[in-house]
């Protein structure tokens, strides 16, 4: 079983930027697909980005240009840097590590964009 931590939310201003970090317990870190993924108030969860164990990235067209993500195998963490934040990427995130029918997601982080 893997862990998922999430840290680096907070509040932000619009057109600020914030790095999110997922640190990941265990040693299969490094075989998994990794996602961010975040849920608005009122809204159904969405997928944000993801990185295969490769380093194949796929990015929701509501972000693309604004957020990378990125991972560090030998540190079992996954990375989010985002950018020229909006009010609108106001949401819980969350990570996810996959593979097959293996799924895990950590707690979530809050992030708020505000002025």
């Known amino acids: 079983q893997v862990q998922l931590v999430e840290s680096g939310g907070g509040l932000v201003q619009p057109g600020g930027s914030l790095r999110l970090s997922c640190a990941a317990s265990?040693?299969?870190?490094?075989?998994?697909?990794m996602g961010w993924h975040r849920q608005a108030p009122g809204k159904q969860r969405e997928m944000v980005a993801t990185?295969?164990?490769?380093?194949?990235?796929n990015y929701a067209d509501s972000v693309k240009g604004r957020v990378t993500i990125s991972r560090d195998n030998a540190k079992n963490t996954v990375y989010l840097q985002m950018s020229s934040l909006k009010p609108e990427d106001t949401a819980v995130y969350y990570c996810?590590?996959?593979?097959?029918?293996?799924?895990?997601w950590g707690q979530g982080t809050q992030v708020t964009v505000s002025s």
């Open positions: 265990g040693s299969i870190f490094r075989f998994l697909t």
């Open positions: 996810n590590g996959e593979k097959g029918p293996y799924s895990s």
């Open positions: 990185i295969t164990s490769a380093g194949s990235t």
